[in-house]
């Protein structure tokens, strides 16, 4: 991995992709929804999309699905 410096705005979403990539690399998802399964047949999303959302805000900086709208809203 390469660093380079730069003058732009750093904002809590810097890295998230890296991340998401080393976990997805890591079959973290595939596993997640080998263990839980298939959920229901109306459902749009599977287990890991669920735990991926949640783990993706976390690493962002925030602590709850609200955080999204009231404190993150403006770098969004």
């Known amino acids: ?3 380079t410096y730069s ?3 750093i904002n809590s979403f810097g890295g ?3 991340a998401d990539k080393i976990i ?3 079959s973290i998802y595939d ?8 959920r229901g047949v109306k459902a749009q999303y599977s287990y890991s999309d ?6 993706m805000l976390v690493l962002c900086g925030g602590e709850c699905a609200e ?3 009231e404190h993150l809203r403006s770098e969004l």
């Open 24 to 26: 997805r690399e890591a």
């Open 16 to 18: 998230i992709n890296f």
């Open 31 to 38: 596993t997640i929804d080998q263990t839980l399964g298939i």
């Open 1 to 3: 991995m390469k660093i």
């Open 7 to 9: 003058s732009d705005t």
């Open 67 to 69: 955080d999204i709208t």
């Open 50 to 55: 669920l735990f991926r959302s949640y783990l």
